[in-house]
C-alpha cells in the first residue's frame, strides 16, 4: 500500500464545537468575527473606497500577526489537553491571535473614532459604535476558552499585546506617517488605484452626500440645456 502523509486541515476556518451545543455554535460563528472582517470587511473596503487610514488600519493587524508568530515559536508553549479533542494542537498556543487580532482592532477602532479621524460617526452614536468591537473582542477572547483552543492565560496574553500593538500602531500611523499621506495619494501608485484620505474631513458620509447629489443635480442641469439646444 502506499504511505500517505498525515493530513493537515486549513485552520482558517476549521473551528469545532460539541454537536448540539448552542452556545457553543453561536462561539464558533464569534470566533470566525477576524476572518469576516479581513475578507468581508478590509478587503472589500479596498476595492470600493480606498481610504488611507483603513490600509494601513489592516497594515498593522497584519504587522501585529507576523509579531504574534514570532512570539508563539519563541515562547513554544502548547495549546490545553482539550485541544487534541478539536484535532487542532499542531501549532503554539501563546499568545491567542484571535484575541490579539480583536483587541488591536477594537483599541485602533477607538482611536479612531474618539479622534474623530474618518469623521463617520456623530456624537450621538460614537459610543453605540464603540460598543460592537469591544463586545465582540471580549465574546471572541471567551469563545476561544470555551471552545477549548486556549488557555484564560494565552486568550489574555493576546488581549495585552493587542491593546499595546493597537495604541502604537495608531501613533505610529497618526503621528509619524500621517505627513507622507498625501505623496502616497499623489504618487503612481496612488493615481492609479485612486488612493485617497479623507481624515481632515469632519464628516465624510455628509460630504458624499452633498457631492453625489450636486453631482446629480449638474448633470440634470447640463442634459436639460442640451435638450433645450437641440
Known amino acids: 500500500m502506499t504511505a500517505y502523509n498525515a493530513l493537515k486541515a486549513v485552520s482558517l476556518t476549521h473551528v469545532r464545537y460539541q454537536r448540539g451545543d448552542r452556545l457553543g455554535l453561536f462561539l464558533a460563528w464569534v470566533s470566525l468575527v477576524p476572518v469576516f472582517i479581513s475578507l468581508g470587511g478590509f478587503v472589500s473596503h479596498f476595492i470600493f473606497r480606498r481610504e488611507l487610514q483603513a490600509m494601513f488600519f489592516a497594515l498593522g ?21 482539550t485541544c487534541a479533542l478539536l484535532e487542532m494542537c499542531d501549532s503554539h498556543g501563546w499568545p491567542s491571535s484571535h484575541s490579539q487580532y480583536m483587541f488591536f482592532f477594537a483599541v485602533y477602532f477607538t482611536l479612531l473614532t474618539c479622534k474623530g479621524i474618518g469623521g463617520i460617526w456623530n456624537v450621538r452614536t460614537k459610543w453605540a459604535a464603540l460598543f460592537l468591537p469591544w463586545s465582540l473582542a471580549v465574546l471572541t477572547m471567551y469563545s476561544r476558552v470555551y471552545l477549548g483552543y486556549h488557555t ?4 489574555f496574553a493576546g488581549a495585552s499585546l493587542g491593546i499595546f500593538l493597537g495604541g502604537v500602531w495608531f501613533w505610529l500611523v497618526n503621528s509619524k506617517l500621517f505627513c507622507y499621506f498625501p505623496l502616497i495619494e499623489e504618487s503612481p501608485f496612488g493615481r492609479f488605484f485612486y488612493v485617497k484620505d479623507t481624515s481632515h474631513i469632519s464628516d465624510v458620509l455628509k460630504f458624499e452626500y452633498d457631492n453625489a447629489r450636486a453631482a446629480r443635480k449638474n448633470m440634470a442641469a447640463r442634459k436639460a440645456m442640451a435638450t433645450k439646444s437641440s
Do not use: G
Open 61 to 81: 493587524l497584519i504587522v501585529s500577526q507576523f509579531i504574534n508568530e514570532l512570539i508563539k515559536k519563541s515562547v513554544q508553549q502548547a495549546r490545553p489537553e
Open 152 to 155: 484564560v492565560a494565552q486568550v
